[in-house]
């Protein structure tokens, strides 16, 4: 998944599931995963239609 968004820049969660193939479900929690390790952050507030997702800053 990180190599779609390195790749891409920025994605939703449903060009996540086309590239991978995963069920809707699976990418949801791969992505919930990521942004509460801090690999990913959300480009929208909250549950936005438009959610897309991108590499958090390394510090």
């Known amino acids: ?3 779609e ?3 891409a820049g ?3 969660s449903r060009e996540m599931q086309l ?3 995963l ?6 929690s791969q992505i919930k995963r990521l ?3 801090g690999a990913l952050v959300p480009t929208e507030p909250g549950r936005s ?3 897309r997702y991108r590499r958090a800053q390394s510090s």
């Open 49 to 51: 239609p438009k959610q």
């Open 5 to 7: 968004v390195d790749r």
């Open 19 to 21: 590239a991978s193939g």
């Open 10 to 12: 920025s994605v939703s």
């Open 1 to 3: 998944m990180l190599a």
């Open 23 to 28: 069920s809707r479900t699976a990418v949801t």
């Open 35 to 37: 942004v509460n390790e």
